[in-house]
Structures are given as structure tokens and as C-alpha cells.
């Protein structure tokens, strides 16, 4: 394939912005890719690895004359990143992001950057406990969704390179708004983090003894599982995401409400009607990739 | 092992029943397991499977000359099929149950059981998707914990002797109160399951468009897991465990509104600082077996 860009900078060598580095090789689509961090230990293994073809933690120097700039850091430093970067960016160049919120990410950008340079906000949903150079796969796209959140002021035709990157990379690519992506994201995964957080709490809260906690087994464990996630990780997903955080855990407050006043006033005939309904919208969700 | 008991009748030759049958053969505690239950192909397939010596339909002449009665069967059945069984049995035989409620098995029982027969409470916390005869599995309940719940008003013989029957079975038998057993179940097992359902409701809520489902992925998926578990089942449990459950569904939703509360103040420290407790809590239970 004939290369998108010539002149790629990934902010971020981690599993993500690794894992892009080695799919846009792959496909062809990248000439040249820089990476760019704070941890020297890091970029080097990512060049002994093969991860990117030169690394340097200058940011300015980086993005010099680069064609794509990919910001794939913590959520909340992706807007400063990005303006930093622009900085030293030539007229065109392309800044794309991997921030799994993005409603205050676009608008604090399409509201900041030069004219100069074409934002297009994006999220690939695909992810692991693992982090660094190390963890990077060429394949952790494949099959996934990535969700570009183009407005009516960004770039068409950088939303279209954009779209043929992440396509090449072997993602399913799909396109909405920035608020939409994140009342979605709210309701399908930063409640169901939120709750398993909040469900180790409780058994913190109930279990004075520690009695308790020697009986979990596969049911809550795997209820629980995300309740190990990185807790500064998610501590800024939730405050960037706040709003719609607030109304996903309301919703599931009044689920919760109304589930428990069935048992209460003894309808567990309801009761069953509603978690047959539940159980085969989860099955469902079965079919689906991800 | 010289037998236990000489003649062992089990209701309900399903997962729990049959791997019973089965771990007790092997361990040579049990000279002739007769099955019992209402279902014809399974009692025949117990029966081709050799997980069972000899299987009926009626209970009654099942129960004439047993040593040892365990029910296996839905928890709402227990109370029911050992009183039933109970008519038939000679002075001393022992009834134990698998129902994973105590409380209100144990009180029934004890009030209307006749004085000839010895009653134990049991729970082996094993289980999983399988059932019928075909799922039966002599190391099922290896390293696996089994709970009794005798009362002051329990015959101490018959529980050693029911606790001697789950070590061979290779269980971790644990004593404690039936009410104790149903606080710690619903914390466990019962509010997770709730919380699950709820969590898949408030999806089918918020999701008018049916776009949010197909954004689902591992983390959702790994968290409502047990939302697709057997309504009938749950509905009974829930129903069983009434008191204790709203008890366990209360203390949730004060976590619940306590971490949402750190939110809308905006304290993000502060639910870092908890967040990093929680999962400390959750990374230690990963070392428990179970």
C-alpha cells in the first residue's frame, strides 16, 4: 500500500500507540515513525523492538515536518500534548487521539489549536491490563471498533485519512459524535467500572471480620475483575466524562431501585419476567466482537 | 475408606447431586447411591453413566432404608422434597441438602422434620453453567469450600459425620450459622447476580437506539457475565434470601452514592485514594482459591 504518511509521530509508546506503530508498518501506510515519551527505558525498548524507527523525548523536534500526529497518552494529558505539538507542526499536519472520552478533548482543541494543523478526535476500543513498548501488537486492532468523532468543522478529508489508517490497521471504523461516543461509553464501560468498584466497597463496608471475602468465588471475581483496573487511569476517565458518568449511574440506580422493590413487596413473579428480558439481551451481547 | 453410609439416596441427579454421587463412590464412603428424581431420561442416563447404582421416580420407596438423604435439588424444592422423604425413612437416617440459602431450610426443617430423622444443613459452593447428569464430575468439589449450619438442635454425630462425607469429596468444610451463611452469600454471590441483572437493565434503558450494545466489550462483558444466569434459579434465591439481600443491596447503593458523590463535588482525590484501596482489596482476593 502506498503510504497515508510519510512522516508519523506517535505521543506514547505504550500498547496503544505501539500497537499502531507496528499495524501502520505493516500495512504500508506509515514511512516513517518517531516516537515520542517522557521515559527514556521505554523508547529505547521500542527501537530495539522495532516498534518505531526513531525515538526521541523532544517533542518540538519530533514533530517537525511529521505528516500524522498521534497522541496515545493518559487521557487527561492528551489536550496538552496536543497543543504542545502543535507548536512546531507544519500547515496540514493531521493530529489524531486515542482518548477513550472525548467530548471535552474536541471541543477544548477544535477551541485551541492554530487553524494550521486539522484535528480529528478518535478512540479505538481496544485495550488490556498490559502497558508499555513491550505490549504492542500489530493485530490488537483487528476486528475492534475505533470510533472517530469528526464535527462539522473538522477536516473532511483528514477524517477520510484518518478512517483509512485505522481501516488498514484492521479496526471496523465507525463514526459519531463527540457527546454521543461518550454517552456511550459512559453507560457500556465506565459505569460497569464505576459499579464493580463500588461492589468491592460494599463487601469492604459489610465484611468487618474478613470472613467474607474467603468465600468470593468465580461470580464475583468475574464481577469484579475491572475493580483491579489502574485506579488514576480511571480517576481521570471519570472526571472527564462527569456529566454523562452521573446520568449512566443514575440509570443504573434506578434499575437497581426497581429490581429491589420487587423483591421487597414479594413480586417475584415480576421479578422473574424482568430478568428473563435482561438475560436474553445478554446473550445477545454474546454475539457481538469485542 | 470403609463406607460412611450403606445406603445413599440423592434427589436431584444433576451437577451438584451427581458429583456427589460420583467423589463418594470413589472415595469408597458410599456402598449404593440410588438416584431419585422426576425427570426419566436423566434418572436413565445417571444411570448408563454409572454415576448412580440404581434410580427411581418414587421417592418413597427410594427413601426405605436409606442411611443418608441429600437433596440436590432447586433451592424452593428442599423444604418439600425432605419432608416428603422423610415419611419413609427408618429412625436415624440423616438429611443434609445442597441449597445455597440456609436460613429458611433450616428453620423449616428443624420445626417440621420428625424427631426420628437427623437434620444437617449444607452448601457446597461449586457450581457453574452445567446441568443434568451428564455434567457430573467427581473432583468438582476439590478445594472448593462446603459450608454447614448446624444449630444448637443439630445431632453433633450427624454433622461429623456429613463433614467426613464432604472431605472425602476433597471439600474445604467450613461451620457456621445459617443466618451467618446468608449474609455472607448474599454479599457474595447473591449481590453480584442482582447487581449484574441491573447493570444489563439499565444498558437496555439507556439504550433506545440499540447502537450501545454493540459497542459492548471484554470489561461489560466480563461484569454481567452472570446476568445470563437462570432466571427461575435466581428468582428462587432472591425470594429465599429476601432480608439479607436487600440488606447486602442497600449497603451497595450507599457505596454506590458515596463514590457518585466524589464525583459531582468534583473530589477526585479523594476517589483515587479509595479507588486504590478498593483494588488493593480486589487484587488480594484473587489469592483465594475458589
Same mark, same amino acid.
Given at each position: 500500500?502506498?503510504?497515508?504518511?510519510?512522516?508519523?509521530?506517535?505521543?506514547?509508546?505504550?500498547? /496503544?500507540?505501539?500497537?499502531?506503530?507496528?499495524?501502520?508498518?505493516?500495512?504500508?501506510?506509515?514511512?516513517? !515513525?518517531?516516537? !515520542?515519551?517522557?521515559?527514556?527505558?521505554?523508547?529505547?525498548?521500542?527501537?530495539?523492538?522495532?516498534?518505531?524507527?526513531?525515538?526521541?523525548?523532544?517533542?518540538?523536534?519530533? !514533530?517537525?515536518?511529521?505528516?500524522?500526529?498521534?497522541?496515545?497518552?493518559?487521557?487527561?494529558?492528551?489536550?496538552?500534548?496536543?497543543?504542545?505539538?502543535?507548536?512546531?507542526?507544519?500547515?496540514?499536519?493531521? /493530529?489524531?487521539?486515542?482518548?477513550?472520552?472525548?467530548?471535552?478533548?474536541?471541543?477544548?482543541?477544535?477551541?485551541?489549536?492554530?487553524?494550521?494543523?486539522?484535528?480529528?478526535?478518535?478512540?479505538?476500543?481496544?485495550?488490556?491490563?498490559?502497558?508499555?513498548?513491550?505490549?504492542?501488537?500489530?493485530?490488537?486492532?483487528?476486528?475492534?471498533?475505533?470510533?472517530?468523532?469528526?464535527?462539522?468543522?473538522?477536516?473532511?478529508?483528514?477524517?477520510?485519512?484518518?478512517?483509512?489508517?485505522?481501516?488498514?490497521?484492521?479496526?471496523?471504523?465507525?463514526?459519531?459524535?463527540?457527546?454521543?461516543?461518550?454517552?456511550?461509553?459512559?453507560?457500556?464501560?465506565?459505569?460497569?467500572?464505576?459499579?464493580?468498584?463500588?461492589?468491592?466497597?460494599?463487601? !469492604?463496608?459489610?465484611?468487618?471480620?474478613?470472613?467474607?471475602?474467603?468465600?468470593?468465588?468465580?461470580?464475583?471475581?468475574?464481577?469484579?475483575?475491572?475493580?483491579? &483496573?489502574?485506579?488514576?487511569?480511571?480517576?481521570?476517565?471519570?472526571?472527564?466524562?462527569?456529566?454523562?458518568?452521573?446520568?449512566?449511574?443514575?440509570?443504573?440506580?434506578?434499575?437497581?431501585?426497581?429490581?429491589?422493590?420487587?423483591?421487597?413487596?414479594?413480586?417475584?413473579?415480576?421479578?422473574?419476567?424482568?430478568?428473563?428480558?435482561?438475560? &436474553?439481551?445478554?446473550?445477545?451481547?454474546?454475539?457481538?466482537?469485542?
Amino acid at each position: 500500500m502506498k503510504p497515508l504518511f510519510e512522516r508519523v509521530v506517535i505521543a506514547g509508546v505504550g500498547l /496503544i500507540g505501539g500497537s499502531l506503530a507496528l499495524a501502520g508498518k505493516k500495512a504500508g501506510i506509515f514511512k516513517t !515513525v518517531i516516537g !515520542v515519551g517522557r521515559g527514556k527505558a521505554n523508547l529505547d525498548k521500542a527501537l530495539t523492538l522495532g516498534v518505531v524507527d526513531e525515538a526521541t523525548t523532544d517533542l518540538g523536534m519530533a !514533530v517537525r515536518g511529521a505528516d500524522l500526529f498521534f497522541a496515545a497518552v493518559p487521557v487527561e494529558s492528551v489536550i496538552d500534548v496536543c497543543l504542545k505539538a502543535a507548536d512546531g507542526m507544519k500547515t496540514g499536519c493531521i /493530529i489524531t487521539d486515542g482518548g477513550s472520552v472525548k467530548k471535552k478533548i474536541v471541543e477544548e482543541l477544535q477551541l485551541r489549536l492554530p487553524s494550521s494543523v486539522r484535528f480529528v478526535g478518535g478512540h479505538p476500543v481496544a485495550g488490556s491490563e498490559k502497558s508499555g513498548a513491550g505490549s504492542a501488537d500489530e493485530s490488537l486492532f483487528k476486528n475492534r471498533y475505533t470510533i472517530l468523532t469528526p464535527t462539522p468543522s473538522t477536516d473532511p478529508q483528514a477524517v477520510d485519512l484518518v478512517r483509512d489508517m485505522w481501516k488498514a490497521a484492521g479496526a471496523d471504523v465507525v463514526t459519531m459524535g463527540p457527546d454521543e461516543h461518550d454517552e456511550i461509553m459512559a453507560m457500556i464501560s465506565h459505569l460497569p467500572h464505576f459499579a464493580a468498584y463500588a461492589l468491592v466497597d460494599a463487601v !469492604v463496608k459489610a465484611d468487618g471480620s474478613g470472613l467474607m471475602r474467603r468465600f468470593v468465588a468465580g461470580g464475583f471475581k468475574d464481577t469484579t475483575r475491572i475493580a483491579s &483496573s489502574d485506579p488514576q487511569m480511571w480517576r481521570d476517565i471519570f472526571s472527564m466524562n462527569k456529566e454523562r458518568l452521573i446520568e449512566s449511574i443514575n440509570t443504573f440506580e434506578r434499575s437497581l431501585s426497581e429490581l429491589k422493590q420487587m423483591v421487597e413487596k414479594n413480586n417475584f413473579d415480576g421479578l422473574k419476567a424482568r430478568l428473563d428480558k435482561i438475560r &436474553s439481551t445478554r446473550l445477545k451481547m454474546d454475539d457481538h466482537c469485542g
